[in-house]
């Protein structure tokens, strides 16, 4: 069975349009619990799933904004750095997604710009 615990950075497309997500996993035998970090409006989703010798399946659920929950099936590589597959939205939208291993971690930088509360300059000042 793939180990796909850890910090994983990935892309899924939607009608031919990528968008970056990074992913943290936490894998206890078969099952999987984790975080998901959109790099769009959508923002933050748990997810729950499972791992079946190479075969990763999971739920997205975004925890604002968006009440729809994405299925993600895919297959796990045999070194366990690189997984791809497709999604599907409530059976009215679907496409591709792929993911590999990660040493940044967008969560935490989010966490550290959210706690500094920074605004970002505007026009050079």
């Known amino acids: 069975m793939a180990d796909v615990s850890g910090a994983w950075l990935g892309t899924y497309w939607q009608q031919g349009n990528p968008t970056r997500f990074e992913v943290s996993l936490l894998q206890s035998g078969n099952t999987l619990s984790g975080s998901i970090l959109d790099d ?17 399946s999971f739920t997205k659920r975004y925890l604002g904004g968006s009440r729809h929950t994405v299925s993600y099936t895919g297959t796990v590589s045999e070194d366990e750095n690189f997984m791809q597959g497709k999604w599907v939205v409530d059976n009215f939208a679907s496409g591709s997604w792929e993911a590999h291993r990660s040493g940044d971690n967008l969560m935490v930088e989010l966490q550290t710009r959210l706690a500094e509360q920074v605004p970002m300059s505007i026009g050079g000042r």
């Open 40 to 56: 769009s409006y959508l923002g933050e989703a748990s997810l729950t799933g499972e791992v079946i010798g190479r075969r990763i």
